[in-house]
Each structure stands twice: as structure tokens, then as C-alpha cells.
């Protein structure tokens, strides 16, 4: 039984490009959340999906970032015109309900 | 408002006790975390505690909740090598069906021979 897996695990971009970045759930998982961790911060909540829905987005910035989960296959966290203080390792997690929550080993992203 | 806080390092030798501790400001969590974050990877849920709980040992470690001074604790027994690593406090309170968590900036453990 595969984890969480995220794709890319490490992702470089100059300034004004777009990053995308996947999160597969466990098998069975149907929520999905995104986090994110500043360089020699703690993990920041982003934003909380289900399936085609957006529950919870109260942490992500109003500007430039989306994501989805889509019927079919991963959740993706968009990026636009990404500058250098989006710089950060974004950890997807998922869960069953609304019981123990399961990281991802996270996407890093640099941007130039 | 949510607001967890760590103290930021941590050194002690091989085979003594580590207390990493963390406090809390949100009254109505339900449910405090430690999780393990080793160098380059994800986060590793090593334990939790429900918040009408005061203690809850798990092999070499033991969580420690004073609900009125909103204060968790973690102690590693016989610390080894390979428990360095930064390790997370968080809370959440589950509203509906969410469970989104409140982390500390964390507390990095180096363990010296």
C-alpha cells in the first residue's frame, strides 16, 4: 500500500514562471490537504480538499496559488508567476476521514 | 487564536533522556501531535495524545499533557543517533471534518556520542 506520493520532489523555476505540483493520495484517502514549510519554519497550513471540492482555503495567499482535486487522478497546487519567496517545500497529506493525517516527503521548490 | 511554540534546539548524549517541549494557546484542541521531520524527508507522526488525556507511553516514549497550563512534552528515552532529527509539535481541533493542524516552528535534537 503506497504512501502519499508527491511529484516533482525537487522543482526549480526562475521568476515569473508557473510550478505545478502533484499530491497522490493513499489508496482510500479522500481528503487532501497542502502545507507549507519556510525554510527553518514549521509546516503552514495552505489549504484542505476532497474530492472536486474545496473545503478549507483560509491559508492560502489570495493571489497567484490554486489547487484542485479532481474526480479523477492527483491533487495539483499551482503556482503563477512564482517570485523568490514562494521558495519552500510544500507537503501534501491525506486522510480517511477525519482521523490521523499522512505526509508526503514534500516538493521542494527553488526559485531563481 | 492558534499559536504553538517550541524551543528551537536540543543537544543531549547518547543514551540520556531527551524533553522537547511545546505550549499551545487554543483552548479547544482536541487532539496534540509529535511528529519526526528527518533531514530532506516528510514528516513521521510519532505519537498523539487526546486532549482529556495527562500521559500516554509509547515504547521508548512518553507524552506529558498539562491542559491547564496548555503545556505537551515529549521524552525519548535512551536517546540514540538516530532519534536527531527536528521534531514538530501540532494541534487541531476538529471542526466538521477537518483536520487541519497547527504546527511549532519545531525543535531540532542533535544527539552527540
Known amino acids: 500500500n503506497a504512501g502519499v506520493m508527491q511529484n516533482p520532489r525537487h522543482l526549480v523555476r526562475r521568476r515569473g514562471q508557473e510550478a505545478r505540483l502533484r499530491c497522490s493520495p493513499m489508496?482510500?484517502?479522500?481528503?487532501v490537504y497542502w502545507y507549507r514549510q519556510l525554510p527553518e519554519e514549521g509546516l503552514k497550513f495552505m489549504v484542505y480538499?476532497?474530492?472536486?471540492?474545496?473545503?478549507?482555503e483560509s491559508g492560502m495567499p489570495k493571489e497567484r496559488f490554486s489547487a484542485e482535486f479532481p474526480k479523477e487522478g492527483p491533487s495539483i497546487l499551482r503556482i503563477q508567476q512564482v517570485v523568490r519567496g514562494d521558495s519552500a517545500a510544500y507537503f501534501c497529506?491525506?486522510?480517511?476521514?477525519?482521523?490521523?493525517?499522512?505526509f508526503g516527503e514534500g516538493s521542494r521548490l527553488t526559485v531563481l | 487564536g492558534e499559536d504553538v511554540e517550541q524551543s528551537l534546539f536540543l543537544s543531549v548524549r547518547e543514551g540520556d533522556s531527551s524533553v522537547i517541549n511545546c505550549t499551545y494557546t487554543?483552548?479547544?484542541?482536541?487532539?496534540l501531535y509529535w511528529y519526526k521531520q528527518e533531514p530532506g524527508a516528510g514528516l513521521q507522526l510519532l505519537t498523539y495524545?487526546?486532549?482529556?488525556?495527562d500521559m500516554k507511553q509509547d515504547q521508548r516514549l512518553t507524552v506529558l499533557l498539562n491542559k491547564k497550563d496548555k503545556h505537551l512534552s515529549l521524552r525519548i528515552a535512551d536517546t540514540q543517533t538516530g532519534d536527531s532529527a527536528i521534531y514538530f509539535c501540532a494541534e487541531s481541533v476538529h471542526e466538521g471534518t477537518a483536520s487541519k493542524l497547527t504546527f511549532g516552528t519545531g525543535t531540532r535534537l542533535q544527539v552527540t556520542l
Open positions: 487554543d483552548s479547544s484542541s482536541t487532539y
Open positions: 495524545i487526546f486532549s482529556n488525556m
Open positions: 497529506a491525506s486522510s480517511q476521514n477525519t482521523g490521523e493525517l499522512f
Open positions: 489508496k482510500g484517502h479522500s481528503h
Open positions: 480538499l476532497q474530492k472536486e471540492n474545496i473545503i478549507d
